[in-house]
């Protein structure tokens, strides 16, 4: 289903995509015809409107799919996807990491949202990625942050040898996508439920900053870490 008929159906109900039990792949098709059209600068800027923002009120929101991205400007999904008011519930923090707030708000997400997509979506160019690289102990809780993307730098090292400074950094960022995911699923009973009994789908993703484009890097792995 395109995203014009998926505006079809919304006409017809007067409901949003998730509520009427759109699936995963169906959102999925969605958000990468969002991006397609961003990369290449024909955004349409939908549901931006004063009679959109009128009908999330009055209706309460009905997203098409959770996102937990990083925090860095560069990199507003909204945008990305090409997706206006009330069609993706964001969750963002410096370098995608899962804490437990972040999971929290999953939680609520995918059991009160109903959201039947769950994206982790790393970057190039992650700050956050470079400094736990660079071994960096700032001050106060970013810390906290770095100790998250740790693990990740260190299963890079430990499992691929010869790579130069970028290839390192943007493994990592993969490899980080991954770790979130873990985090999520370990710590979260709902959200495992959702996914075990296939109303959720959890899929890691990373977008170029320079391109434009989102590289999907597949559905959830539960066993990267055997921790």
């Known amino acids: 289903m395109d995203d014009g008929s998926i505006n079809s159906a919304q006409q017809r109900s007067g409901e949003d995509p998730a509520g009427l039990g759109i699936a995963a792949v169906d959102v999925l098709r969605c958000l990468e015809e969002g991006n397609a059209r961003f990369v290449a600068g024909r955004s349409e800027h939908r549901d931006i409107t004063l009679e959109r923002r009128t009908q999330t009120v009055l ?8 996102i937990i991205a990083c925090s860095d400007s560069r990199v507003p999904p909204e945008i990305l ?6 069609r993706l519930f ?6 995608n990491v899962c804490g437990v707030d972040q999971i929290g708000s999953i939680e609520y997400a995918v059991s009160h949202l109903a ?3 769950v994206i982790v979506m790393a970057h190039t160019h992650c700050g956050a990625v470079n400094a736990a690289i660079q071994g960096e102990q700032p001050p106060g ?12 730098v260190d299963k ?3 499992e691929i040898v010869c790579l130069d400074e970028a290839q390192l950094a943007e ?3 993969e490899v980080n996508a991954w770790r979130a995911i873990d985090d999520l699923l370990q710590n979260s009973p709902i959200v495992r439920e959702q996914v075990a009994t296939g109303k959720v789908t959890v899929m890691a993703a990373k977008y170029d900053t320079r391109s434009g484009l ?5 559905q959830q792995q539960t066993d990267n870490w055997g921790y």
């Open 141 to 152: 809780s970013i810390s906290a942050i770095l100790e998250k993307i740790q693990p990740a």
């Open 81 to 86: 996807f090409d997706q206006g008011i009330g």
């Open 59 to 66: 209706d309460g929101q009905r997203p098409l799919a959770t």
């Open 156 to 158: 890079v090292r430990r």
């Open 115 to 117: 959201t039947p997509l």
């Open 214 to 218: 989102i590289y999907w890097l597949g």
């Open 90 to 95: 964001v969750v963002r923090v410096a370098g």
């Open 171 to 173: 493994k990592v960022a």
